[in-house]
């Protein structure tokens, strides 16, 4: 008899446990579903929505999706998704900036040197005082229609150089913070184009020609690159397209590239403006004023409290502080700015700050 009870209790047992295991996997079947459910509900909204914007009545809408989407390294490909490659090009080409191909006017620039009585000044606080000095920085909050950002202002540009990751032999970037860190910096920003497959590149080697501190470190001395983005032996920022040697020749001290820039602003002109001239995204850009000063600007984007800025936005900002000559830099998940140990833009990117090999930095 007590066997017999012994049998039932556990065949009680085995059936509760049975009943257990049915239920959680119920659960969690129910839950796995629910969520795949409220996925695809997402994609095919998301999806639909872009459907409207891209083949709405907005003409303007619908060129700013696809100039947004096509500056992007990560999903560059997702306009061709409603659009064939015909009608992308299309629109790219009805929205950029044009510049002129004229070489910079060097005269425009009065860079204020400083007295004797100031060098010895300088000599006599170095001597005295490691410490760096921000007296002659400005940061300033920069606010548009669909953009928010931070203007850097370098009175003394001998104080704006080219930082670099260190060798350029495929390791990791670094971030701008840890470049700003590593060159003991006051601050700086992201800058130059590099290599990025998939969208996914760490840094490990920019694209063009890169010039630190008066030294070449990379880039090729024959290529002819479109456009160098550099400040010469006299602090003057030079935007021209020259090969890597007469660069060189030039007196080019520092400089990066990003492909066709564009410029943005050439001997005190602003570029023409086709269109939009762009999508909205980050932006990095660099600019000089007629008494030397240098401008470095970052832009968010990709935000709710900052969708981004185009490049003719870009223009209005840097005519506003009185740029002779200004030149976008490398932008999107790139863009941030770095002032007193601290970065003091939003990065666009869901993995932080990225790895860079080169940065605009100030001494």
Excluded at 13 to 20: A, D, E, N
Excluded at 197 to 208: F, K, N, V
Excluded at 238 to 247: D, F, N, V, W
Excluded at 331 to 342: D, I, R
Aim: charged share 25%; with cysteine.
């Amino acid at each position: 008899m007590e066997d017999n009870n012994k049998k039932v209790r556990k065949v009680i047992r085995k059936k509760k446990s049975s009943g257990k295991g049915k239920k959680a996997k119920t659960i969690i079947g129910r839950t796995l579903t629910f969520i795949f459910v409220t996925l695809l509900i997402l994609v095919i909204g998301f999806y639909g929505v872009m459907w409207i914007l891209v083949n709405g009545p907005s003409k303007r809408a619908k060129e700013l999706f696809v100039i947004s989407v096509n500056e992007t390294s990560a999903v560059g490909w997702f306009a061709n998704l409603y659009l064939s490659e015909e009608e992308i090009n299309e629109i790219i080409e009805g929205n950029k900036v044009v510049y002129s191909d004229e070489e910079t006017d060097t005269s425009l620039i009065k860079v204020d040197k400083p007295s004797e009585d100031d060098k010895d000044s300088d000599e006599k606080d170095e001597s005295e005082d490691k410490s760096e000095t921000t007296e002659d920085i400005e940061v300033v909050d920069i606010t548009g229609p669909t953009y928010r950002g931070k203007m850097m202002i370098i009175k003394d540009p001998s104080r704006v150089i080219v930082g670099v990751k260190g060798e350029f032999d495929g390791t990791r970037g670094k971030t701008v913070k840890d470049i700003v860190a590593a060159y003991g910096a006051v601050g700086g920003t992201n800058g130059g184009e590099f290599e990025d497959p998939q969208g996914m590149g760490h840094g490990e080697y920019p694209i063009g020609l890169v010039m630190s501190e008066g030294k070449h470190v990379y880039g090729s001395l024959d290529t002819k690159y479109p456009l160098i983005i550099g400040l010469d032996k006299n602090n003057i920022l030079r935007l021209e397209s020259m090969t890597g040697q007469e660069a060189i020749d030039a007196g080019i001290r520092d400089s990066v590239c990003f492909g066709a820039g564009p410029v943005l602003i050439k001997n005190g002109q602003p570029s023409e403006v086709l269109g939009s001239s762009s999508g909205l995204n980050p932006r990095t850009a660099i600019g000089q004023r007629a008494d030397g000063a240098i401008l470095l600007l970052v832009v968010d984007g990709r935000q709710a409290s900052s969708l981004g800025a185009t490049f003719e936005d870009l223009i209005s900002i840097m005519m506003e502080y009185e740029a002779v000559n200004a030149a976008n830099l490398d932008g999107g998940t790139s863009s941030n700015m770095v002032y007193n140990g601290e970065i003091i833009t939003n990065c666009s990117s869901l993995y932080g700050t990225r790895e860079l090999p080169t940065a605009i930095l100030v001494k």
